[in-house]
């Protein structure tokens, strides 16, 4: 009965872990998305961060700092590209 218990303390331990290292700064998933698009050729493109409860109607492409942030993506006008 004692190594049941050790063993399914373990497991929450190891879980409970795994589930803090998920949760990421916004300016590296922020990297990490930009590349993946410069990666795939989109140009004339907006990345946004912004706190969750000031999401609207926005294209939401990432969650970050445990859910409190979004990133938003949103194309540029033709003449006024930032990337």
Do not use: W
């Not at 929450?12 to 998933?29: D, G, H, N, P």
Request: proline share 1%; glycine share 6%; net charge positive.
């Amino acid at each position: 009965m004692k190594r049941i218990i050790i063993f399914l303390v373990s497991v929450i331990v190891l879980f409970s872990t795994t589930a803090f290292a998920a949760i990421k700064a916004c300016e590296e998933l922020e990297a990490e998305i930009d590349a993946k698009l410069i990666a795939k050729g989109v140009k004339g493109y907006t990345l946004l961060i912004l706190p969750a409860d000031q999401v609207k109607d926005q294209k939401i492409v990432g969650s970050c700092e445990g859910g409190t942030k979004k990133i938003s993506y949103s194309r540029n006008k033709e003449n006024n590209f930032k990337k």
